[in-house]
């Protein structure tokens, strides 16, 4: 289990180099230990910031560093497994594989004018929050710097050409790896929100690394990144001095200490009051509005006393807040709230005086709510998956003996 900082990093394979582990100094260490100038080291970022990992590609290379670089630099590329499309092409859902078989997702959202990819942070989530199907399934290790941003990289290639294979290795009964993108939309990733499998801010080393790559290196501004975070209040305190303004998102989900305690378990280590200081705190720091992200559950927090609660959270802390209607979830009871109570909660906001906005959900038909299709891959229910034919009967064979049959019951995974 990580602390709740998230220092306790756990990287995958100490046997091989990610290339993307390595920040601009230990590039710069690494071609200098070759005996190469300093050059070298920014013709190799060039490479790996344009999604070319495979040093036989990097062409203005001598061939003899090609091939120590080859040497150093490991087999470090996920696998694509399923990959799942909706909202007519516009939602991209993939699964990738990194190389010890955990299995995580990343979204790519389509728009007129942005191009967005939803990123994991861990392989699974220890934070048990029972309406989520990543938090159901449990914790299974950090991501390593290098795995957070290859999931960008994976994003860049599939927006560049419509191709995968120059980023993830796409299994032999996976079949094609091309995609069929509509027209009208960036060609490259315009924003990054930390919303997929995991808790970003209990993977500190990580979150971080991945914000300076993404702001140094792919030149993202980082009111264009978001990081999503059920509210450790000592890591918002660090990436409030990280010295990146990026939007910071709270799932609140409850506004009082007793529901909030159920709903989101560190609520116990963190309560409310905490979190609405350690927001204030983020605010005042970096001048950036803090959102507050509500995922509304049927008959659980749509009363209009959570309403009322919410809005004057977010009037005291001068939030945002979206409201995001619950994805049905496999194995977990509650429902996504009636229209009419959608609309009542919104009308309360809005009469108490909160900044609201309901947010529709993106690729409900992809599983696209977070750690959905991995449950629907993992445990062979719901849809086949169009790429990963055959998915069902490899992933049974490699099921863990402890694995569960079908995720918790709601309530049962704190
Ligand atoms: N761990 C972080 C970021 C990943 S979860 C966090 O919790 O903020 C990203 C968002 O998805 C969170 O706001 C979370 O509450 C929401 N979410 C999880 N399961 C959901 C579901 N079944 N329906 C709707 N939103 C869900
Ligand atoms: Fe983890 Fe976020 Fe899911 Fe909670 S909602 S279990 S913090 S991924």
Request: some cysteine; charged content about 25%; hydrophobic content about 40%.
């Amino acid at each position: 289990m990580p602390d709740a900082d998230g220092d306790a990093a756990d990287p995958v394979a100490a046997d091989v180099i990610d290339p993307y582990d390595l920040d601009a100094d230990e590039l710069a260490a690494l071609l200098d230990g070759l005996g190469e100038p300093s050059y070298r080291a920014t013709q190799v970022m060039e490479w790996l910031d344009r999604g070319v990992d495979d040093p036989h590609e990097m062409t203005n290379l001598p061939l003899g560093l090609r091939d120590r670089l080859a040497a150093s630099f490991g087999p470090t590329r996920p696998r694509l497994v399923a990959h799942t499309v909706a909202d007519g092409g516009r939602t991209h859902k993939l699964l990738l594989e990194y190389r010890d078989g955990v299995a995580i997702e990343t979204v790519l959202m389509l728009y007129p004018d942005r191009a967005t990819v939803c990123i994991s942070t861990q392989a699974g989530c220890a934070m048990g929050c029972p309406f989520c199907a990543t938090g159901q399934a449990g914790f299974r290790r950090q991501l390593t710097t290098g795995e957070v941003v290859r999931q960008v990289i994976v994003a860049h290639a599939v927006l560049a050409s419509g191709q995968l294979s120059a980023a993830v290795d796409v299994q032999a009964e996976a079949g094609e790896s091309t995609f069929d993108l509509p027209d009208g939309h960036p060609d490259r990733v315009t924003n990054v929100v930390f919303m997929g499998m995991g808790e970003p801010l209990a993977n500190v080393p990580a979150t971080l690394g991945t914000i300076d790559w993404l702001h140094d290196r792919l030149g993202l501004s980082a009111r264009n990144i978001t990081v999503s975070t059920v509210g450790l209040v000592p890591a918002i305190r660090r990436l409030a001095g990280h010295g990146k303004p990026v939007t910071l998102a709270v799932s609140l989900h409850a506004s009082d200490d007793a529901l909030r305690d159920d709903l989101v378990p560190p609520n116990r280590q963190h309560p409310l009051a905490t979190v609405e200081a350690a927001m204030e705190h983020y605010r005042a720091t970096t001048n950036r509005r803090v959102s507050i992200e509500w995922c509304l559950i049927g008959d659980v927090n749509d009363s209009d006393q959570q309403a009322r609660g919410l809005a004057a959270i977010a009037r005291r802390t001068r939030s945002h807040v979206n409201v995001i209607p619950m994805n049905p979830t496999p194995g977990v009871q509650w429902e996504e709230p009636s229209r009419a109570a959608v609309r009542r909660f919104m009308d309360t906001l809005e009469r108490a005086g909160a900044n609201a906005t309901l947010r529709d959900t993106r690729g409900r038909d992809a599983d696209a709510a977070c750690g959905q299709l991995l449950a629907s891959y993992t445990l062979g229910e719901g849809r086949r998956l169009p790429v990963a034919v055959g998915a069902a009967e490899r992933v049974d064979a490699r099921r863990e003996p402890d694995a569960p049959d079908a995720p918790a019951e709601p309530g049962g995974a704190s």
